[in-house]
């Protein structure tokens, strides 16, 4: 008599088999999150010009080599936002400041300067934190202050307050202003993409890509204005003549 030996599979294992043999369909990648990167938030005229600086360390480094003031440079904008108007300003002084040449009128070379807003519709809280001013009363050692003029339309659980206790809450927004930053006010769902070409007519010599979280009800100050209203239409003057 012949034995037959049988093996018994874990039906996980059959199951992830009948799986990758065609039973399901697994052409789509898993959808998973970058790595965690900070990002600055660009909040005054002040960042403006650290980024301006920036942008010329960058373009004199790149100009070294050139002979002293045979390439002047022509700095322009794409359009009339506020941003570029206060930029090309603050580019140009950190320009000169660091002895590149500047031209007053068009060149063969072209600095320009683009920027770009992006809305991000998707996950916009309709009912969003509202930061707490913060009393600092010693190193290491806060706390929030105004809760009831701040929180008073949020809803808690009865007893919830009490039962956390002040110090873990204030564990948790103090927690929460690390990760965040009080001064940064945390992510938003609005940012600028600030972009610089240096180029020729027919080729770019070097570029700069710069993104920055904005604040929604600053998106304006990267937006080219509105163009001006149409001319009135004239009015036709009618003269009565007599037959």
Known sequence: MVCMRTTTFPLAAIVAAALLAGCGTLDKPRADNYPATGQKKARAV??????????????????AAWPAGEHPIHVTVADGSSFNQGFLKLLR???????????????????????????????VPSNPPIPLPLTILGTGVGVWRDW?????DRNLLPGV?????????????LMQMHTQGAAAGGPTHTEVLITTSL???DRYLAGSADMYYIEREDAV???PPPPPPPPPAPVKQWK???P
């Open 221 to 223: 100050l990267y937006q």
């Open 199 to 201: 180029k020729t007519r």
């Open 46 to 63: 002040h960042h403006w010009d650290v980024l301006a600086g920036d942008v010329a360390a960058r373009v004199a480094e790149k100009i």
């Open 240 to 242: 009565v003549v007599a």
């Open 148 to 152: 009831k003029v701040h929180y008073s």
């Open 161 to 173: 307050a009490t039962a956390l206790g002040v110090g873990a809450g204030l564990a948790l927004d």
């Open 93 to 123: 002084v950190q320009l000169l400041d660091r002895g590149v040449v500047l031209s007053t009128g068009p060149a063969n070379v072209e600095l320009e300067v683009q920027t770009q807003v992006v809305q991000h519709e998707a996950g």
